[in-house]
């Protein structure tokens, strides 16, 4: 069974780059038919889309977030990584890692998701 | 961006109720629309795939329609477990979210 664990600092500082990694488990990164997403939720508000990325390395970004992310997969340690960088305060969130099957059937629903990281912004 | 539109953002409803809820897309997204359901401190789930099509699991009191701009998603005879926050989403364009419906308990 798939499944998906995210794992960050906890708390970054304003201006600094916010670094988190969502291990995948029960299949690899590299199967052709999953896409990976992050997500992301700041507390009390609702959900907001960050990026996505296939085996590939063909991205997709939420133009809000274009010039600050990087997201990327480490096919050795089989886990997706999310760079933001020059965080503030707005940043802080719970980022989820999801993962979406390839296909018009689906047609980019998020079908699995891990349990989520909090990240706070503060100095 | 495409901005989507959830009403009610708050609902109250008993066990046993029928309830809607509703998602309009600025612009057209087919039926690139998706349901989830959020409880505090957990990650969303889906519910609901292109429009109308049950996730695997998820019971058949919950019904999707929709297309186009007007989506609704319905829940007949509301269990304990239905309480929760539920988003709708659509990936037709750059994926966005709508902001939330909260069914609570009356």
């Known amino acids: 069974q798939l499944q998906l664990h995210e794992s960050g600092p906890g708390l970054v500082r304003p201006s600094e780059t916010l670094s988190l990694t969502c291990i995948v488990s029960?299949?690899?990164?590299?199967?052709?038919?999953?896409?990976w997403g992050w997500v992301r939720q700041a507390p009390g508000k609702g959900l907001e889309w960050i990026t996505t990325i296939y085996y590939n390395g063909d991205t997709y970004l939420n133009p809000s977030f274009r010039s600050r992310v990087i997201v990327s997969l480490d096919t050795s340690a089989n886990q997706v990584s999310l760079r933001l960088r020059y965080v503030t305060a707005a940043d802080t969130a719970t980022y989820f890692c999801?993962?979406?099957?390839?296909?018009?059937?689906?047609?980019?629903?998020?079908?699995?998701w891990g349990q989520g990281t909090m990240v706070t912004v503060s100095s | 961006d495409i901005h989507m539109t959830q009403s009610p953002s708050s609902l109250s409803a008993s066990v046993g109720d029928t309830v809607t809820i509703t998602c309009r897309a600025s612009?057209?997204?087919?039926?690139?629309l998706h349901w989830y359901l959020q409880k505090p401190g957990k990650a969303p789930k889906l519910l609901i795939y292109a429009a109308s099509n049950l996730e695997s699991g998820v019971p058949s009191r919950l019904s999707g329609s929709g297309s186009g701009t007007d989506f609704t998603l319905t829940i007949s005879s509301l269990q304990p477990e239905d309480f929760a926050t539920y988003y709708c989403q659509q990936t037709y364009g750059p994926s966005t979210f709508g902001q939330g419906t909260n069914l609570e308990v009356k």
């Open positions: 999801a993962k979406h099957p390839t296909g018009e059937t689906r047609r980019g629903a998020f079908d699995t």
């Open positions: 029960g299949d690899s990164i590299n199967n052709a038919n999953h896409l």
């Open positions: 612009q057209s997204v087919g039926t690139y």
